[in-house]
């Protein structure tokens, strides 16, 4: 059964007046002989067993005063001639407008036949009845009595009721505005209260419907005497008293009314598997109206309770992170935006990062990467002083909101940030950034930004490989500077907005083309272009360089073609980040190219620097070794300002070495330039690495690096970065090869 239905218990009848016992009738006539006779008339009269008890007044002007006191007058006989000639008219005009009384029913009396007021004047006052005083005999003044009494009656209930429906409508209003259970649940005992004018106490309980003993059943809200109750379990000794009615309730699924108390039964079990229970302790009995209006907003509170286990569903979804059970960024969006600027001031946000997640969950995959997120979380939450609130902002970065006094030094963040885990036997080693940002610095600014801005710095620390950073007020243009141009490099790599540049490789002694270099170029929607020394450094920390460079792989196999189809058979190089090594995806596309035989492996060179190899050496050893296995070329750029030790480079994975420009360009002047130069072509020579030389801008540059031992070169002595048309037509004109 559901919990429609009502149970009343045992209870008699009892129809207004029950309270004054009588029928309250006025009289209002200035002629004594006849309101002697009505009163004559009128006594002992009794109707639905309750007595008449008759009041009078012998002008208008004594009625009001009657009327203003007794409130519970149900009807009134008034003589229209007294005082004046329409003073019976006034009088009811009064009582209508002035007093506002619109249900006591009004029957007016003449001595005069032809007196009667007009229909519109009877409609306008709601005067029920017109007698002439000679016509109203004992009995038809007991039958109109009779009849608009009842009318009366009538009318009182349903004044009752729509007040007593006004305060549940305000009730329900306030009801449906609290969406928090507890506030929810004291906000039903109150109203319950209001409507049925009690002041005794209650209690709101709630339990999981599984488990149905009354010991697992809270107190979740309470108020009068069960004040002290709240949060214990319902098997307290003050409760016994309701304990068969309470059984009864929960097993019926009913409400249960009783003479001193109610309890009422309500469930949500098809949202949140949750059942409640009211206690309404009433010790002045409440009457059938106030039982009738309980019923009417105990709907309410069915509704009520399955709002808010609904609203609290969607929360969970919308502000909770699944697996962890924490806020999600909206979760902590909303947090931070309901704090008060008194509370930012003394609070500070710290993003705690896992560096290079996203490669973690390509290596081992998302559901594990979630338990390592779990233990994660455990171990950091020991870490940290306890938090306000605890998000999950972003894959591998949480977001802390700490009161600020309680935050650790930058120096023992810096000592934290290398953790070691264990999961499933195999010990992780995660290397973290902490980022704090301090709320006051940015006391009124939108959550959203604050998170932005705090993302921002943590991105700007990851570049730098920091562990720990803080926000500074000065950074806010910068890092909204960087927002833009994120969101223009994020706007490119969706609408074709990079393109590529090669540069001939050439060798110094033929001045003929052995090779190129594929440069990217991006270009915003204003047609400008963004050197890739502002935007590559960004593309990394953000990880969107390995969309970027996948693109620039399938531009470099395009331009292999097209230089194929005018018969320059050159290998061109691509760079790749660090952050490409570790994407799976990467390195998969550049297998399947070779494969799938798109292009001969020969025609592809993979350059990376020098010191993003040796950052993690041997991991991409590994796989740059793959690639030489295949036939592609590797490329070490940047070669010399990643101090590789001797021992690394006899063993690199690699085909080229290429100089770093900066040791060209010292070479005229630096003498300890000119001895690395030399240096790294002995290396060459004995590893049997292939030298480059980069950034040749002189000829006395190109004279020293051929004394080197150094033949082949990139710089703008032999040509700039062109389009690939201006390359074809560069090729005729510089290059034996090709065409001819
Ligand atoms: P890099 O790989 O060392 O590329 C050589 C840079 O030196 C290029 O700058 C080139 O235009 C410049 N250069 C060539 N000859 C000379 C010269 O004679 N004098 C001087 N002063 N400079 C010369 P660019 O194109 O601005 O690229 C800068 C850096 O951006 C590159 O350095 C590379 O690290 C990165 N980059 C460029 N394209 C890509 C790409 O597709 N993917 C990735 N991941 N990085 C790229
Ligand atoms: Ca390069
Ligand atoms: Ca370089």
Same mark, same amino acid.
């Given at each position: 059964?559901?919990?429609?239905?009502?149970?009343?218990?045992?209870?008699?009848?009892?129809?207004?007046?029950? $309270?004054?016992?009588?029928?309250?009738?006025?009289?209002?006539?200035?002629?004594?002989?006849?309101?002697?006779?009505?009163?004559?008339?009128?006594?002992?009269?009794?109707?639905?067993?309750?007595?008449?008890?008759?009041?009078?007044?012998?002008?208008?002007?004594?009625?009001?005063?009657?009327?203003?006191?007794?409130?519970?007058?149900?009807?009134?006989?008034?003589?229209?001639?007294?005082?004046?000639?329409?003073?019976?008219?006034?009088?009811?005009?009064?009582?209508?407008?002035?007093?506002?009384?619109?249900?006591?029913?009004?029957?007016?009396?003449?001595?005069?036949?032809?007196?009667?007021?007009?229909?519109?004047?009877?409609?306008?006052?709601?005067?029920?009845?017109?007698?002439?005083?000679?016509?109203?005999?004992?009995?038809?003044?007991?039958?109109?009595?009779?009849?608009?009494?009842?009318?009366?009656?009538?009318?009182?209930?349903?004044?009752?009721?729509?007040?007593?429906?006004?305060?549940?409508?305000?009730?329900?209003? +306030?009801?449906?505005?609290?969406?928090?259970?507890?506030?929810?649940?004291?906000?039903?005992?109150?109203?319950?209260?209001?409507?049925?004018? +009690?002041?005794?106490?209650?209690?709101?309980?709630?339990?999981?419907?599984?488990?149905?003993?009354?010991?697992?059943?809270?107190?979740?809200?309470?108020?009068?005497?069960?004040?002290?109750?709240?949060?214990?379990?319902?098997?307290?000794?003050?409760?016994?008293?309701?304990?068969? @009615?309470?059984?009864?309730?929960?097993?019926?699924?009913?409400?249960?009314?009783?003479?001193?108390?109610?309890?009422?039964?309500? $469930?949500?079990?098809?949202?949140?598997?949750?059942?409640?229970?009211?206690?309404?302790?009433?010790?002045?009995?409440?009457?059938?109206?106030?039982?009738?209006?309980?019923?009417?907003?105990? *709907?309410?509170?069915?509704?009520?309770?399955?709002?808010?286990?609904?609203?609290? =569903?969607?929360?969970?979804?919308?502000?909770?992170?699944?697996?962890?059970?924490?806020?999600?960024?909206?979760?902590?969006?909303?947090?931070?935006?309901?704090?008060?600027?008194?509370?930012?001031?003394?609070?500070?946000?710290?993003?705690?990062?896992?560096?290079?997640?996203?490669?973690?969950?390509?290596?081992?995959?998302?559901?594990?990467?979630?338990?390592?997120?779990?233990?994660?979380?455990?171990?950091?939450?020991?870490?940290?002083?306890?938090?306000?609130?605890?998000?999950?902002? +972003?894959?591998?970065?949480?977001?802390?909101?700490?009161?600020?006094?309680?935050?650790?030094?930058?120096?023992?963040?810096?000592?934290?940030?290398?953790?070691?885990?264990?999961?499933?036997?195999?010990?992780?080693?995660?290397?973290?950034?902490?980022?704090?940002?301090?709320?006051?610095?940015?006391?009124?600014?939108?959550?959203?930004?604050?998170?932005?801005?705090?993302?921002?710095?943590?991105?700007?620390?990851?570049?730098?490989?920091?562990?720990?950073?803080?926000?500074?007020?000065?950074?806010?243009?910068?890092? @909204?500077?960087?927002?833009?141009?994120?969101?223009?490099?994020?706007?490119?790599?969706?609408?074709?907005?990079?393109?590529?540049?090669?540069?001939?490789?050439?060798?110094?002694?033929?001045?003929?083309?052995?090779?190129?270099?594929?440069?990217?170029?991006?270009?915003?929607?204003?047609?400008?272009?963004?050197?890739?020394?502002?935007?590559?450094?960004?593309?990394?920390?953000?990880?969107?360089?390995?969309?970027?460079?996948?693109?620039?792989?399938?531009?470099?196999?395009?331009?292999?073609?097209?230089?194929?189809?005018?018969?320059?058979?050159?290998?061109?190089?691509?760079?790749?980040?660090?952050?490409?090594?570790?994407?799976?995806?990467?390195?998969?596309?550049? /297998?399947?190219?070779?494969?799938?035989?798109?292009?001969?492996?020969?025609?592809?060179?993979?350059?990376?620097?020098?010191?993003?190899?040796?950052?993690?050496?041997?991991?991409?050893?590994?796989?740059?070794?793959?690639?030489? *296995?295949?036939?592609?070329?590797?490329?070490?750029?940047? /070669?010399?300002?990643?101090?590789?030790?001797?021992?690394?480079?006899?063993?690199?994975?690699?085909?080229?070495?290429?100089?770093?420009?900066? /040791?060209?360009?010292?070479?005229?002047?630096?003498?300890?330039?000119?001895?690395?130069?030399?240096?790294?072509?002995?290396?060459?020579?004995?590893?049997?690495?292939?030298?480059?030389?980069?950034?040749?801008?002189?000829?006395?540059?190109?004279?020293?690096?051929?004394?080197?031992?150094?033949?082949?070169?990139?710089?703008?002595?032999?040509? =700039?970065?062109?389009?690939?048309?201006?390359?074809?037509?560069?090729?005729?004109?510089?290059?034996?090869?090709?065409?001819?």
């Amino acid at each position: 059964m559901s919990d429609e239905a009502f149970h009343f218990a045992e209870e008699k009848s009892s129809a207004l007046p029950a $309270e004054a016992g009588c029928w309250k009738v006025l009289t209002v006539e200035d002629d004594a002989t006849y309101q002697a006779s009505l009163l004559h008339n009128l006594r002992g009269l009794v109707i639905e067993d309750n007595p008449v008890e008759v009041l009078c007044a012998s002008s208008a002007a004594m009625a009001g005063g009657i009327l203003a006191e007794h409130t519970d007058i149900a009807l009134a006989l008034v003589d229209v001639v007294m005082e004046e000639d329409d003073a019976g008219l006034t009088l009811v005009r009064t009582i209508r407008e002035v007093l506002g009384n619109d249900s006591i029913r009004v029957i007016l009396l003449t001595g005069q036949p032809g007196m009667a007021p007009r229909k519109d004047v009877m409609l306008r006052y709601d005067i029920d009845e017109y007698w002439n005083k000679s016509d109203l005999t004992r009995e038809k003044l007991h039958a109109v009595l009779r009849s608009n009494l009842r009318t009366w009656q009538y009318m009182e209930k349903l004044n009752q009721a729509k007040k007593g429906l006004q305060v549940i409508i305000d009730a329900s209003r +306030n009801l449906y505005s609290k969406h928090d259970l507890q506030a929810f649940s004291q906000s039903v005992l109150d109203d319950i209260n209001r409507i049925i004018d +009690n002041d005794g106490g209650g209690i709101v309980c709630s339990c999981m419907n599984t488990v149905r003993t009354d010991s697992d059943f809270t107190v979740i809200a309470a108020n009068g005497d069960y004040q002290s109750l709240n949060g214990l379990p319902l098997t307290t000794e003050q409760l016994d008293k309701y304990s068969s @009615t309470l059984a009864l309730a929960k097993n019926s699924h009913e409400h249960q009314f009783r003479h001193d108390f109610s309890v009422l039964f309500f $469930e949500t079990s098809n949202i949140d598997g949750y059942q409640y229970l009211v206690i309404i302790d009433s010790p002045v009995k409440p009457t059938e109206q106030q039982i009738y209006l309980l019923q009417v907003f105990s *709907e309410n509170i069915r509704t009520g309770f399955a709002n808010v286990a609904l609203i609290n =569903r969607v929360t969970k979804v919308a502000y909770f992170d699944d697996t962890l059970n924490i806020y999600n960024r909206s979760g902590l969006l909303r947090e931070i935006g309901s704090m008060s600027e008194q509370e930012r001031n003394h609070s500070v946000l710290l993003l705690v990062a896992i560096r290079r997640y996203s490669d973690m969950m390509i290596a081992f995959g998302e559901s594990y990467c979630r338990s390592l997120l779990l233990s994660f979380m455990e171990d950091i939450t020991e870490m940290l002083p306890e938090p306000t609130s605890l998000a999950m902002v +972003n894959t591998g970065v949480f977001g802390i909101v700490i009161e600020a006094s309680k935050v650790p030094d930058a120096g023992v963040l810096e000592m934290a940030s290398e953790r070691t885990l264990s999961l499933s036997g195999i010990e992780h080693h995660l290397l973290l950034s902490f980022c704090r940002t301090d709320l006051a610095l940015m006391s009124r600014l939108p959550a959203s930004e604050v998170i932005e801005l705090a993302e921002a710095t943590l991105l700007h620390a990851d570049e730098n490989k920091q562990a720990y950073c803080e926000y500074k007020s000065v950074y806010k243009d910068q890092i @909204t500077g960087r927002t833009l141009l994120l969101q223009k490099v994020q706007k490119a790599i969706l609408n074709r907005g990079l393109s590529l540049l090669l540069q001939p490789k050439v060798d110094m002694k033929s001045g003929r083309a052995v090779g190129f270099e594929a440069l990217v170029r991006l270009h915003d929607d204003d047609g400008n272009m963004i050197a890739p020394l502002e935007f590559i450094p960004l593309a990394e920390a953000s990880g969107l360089i390995t969309l970027i460079d996948q693109q620039v792989l399938g531009m470099t196999l395009e331009a292999i073609q097209t230089l194929k189809s005018f018969g320059y058979q050159l290998p061109v190089s691509f760079n790749a980040s660090a952050v490409d090594l570790y994407n799976r995806n990467y390195s998969k596309a550049i /297998f399947s190219v070779i494969a799938n035989k798109l292009v001969s492996p020969e025609l592809l060179d993979i350059e990376i620097t020098e010191s993003e190899m040796i950052a993690d050496y041997d991991k991409f050893d590994v796989l740059l070794k793959q690639f030489v *296995e295949l036939g592609m070329g590797v490329s070490i750029d940047d /070669f010399g300002t990643g101090y590789s030790s001797l021992s690394r480079i006899t063993g690199l994975s690699a085909t080229t070495l290429k100089i770093d420009k900066s /040791f060209v360009q010292g070479l005229e002047h630096s003498a300890s330039d000119h001895h690395v130069v030399e240096m790294i072509c002995r290396i060459g020579e004995r590893f049997g690495y292939k030298i480059v030389a980069e950034g040749v801008e002189t000829e006395a540059q190109r004279r020293i690096l051929t004394e080197a031992g150094c033949y082949i070169a990139q710089g703008y002595l032999f040509a =700039r970065p062109m389009p690939l048309d201006s390359i074809i037509d560069w090729l005729r004109n510089n290059d034996g090869a090709g065409e001819s």
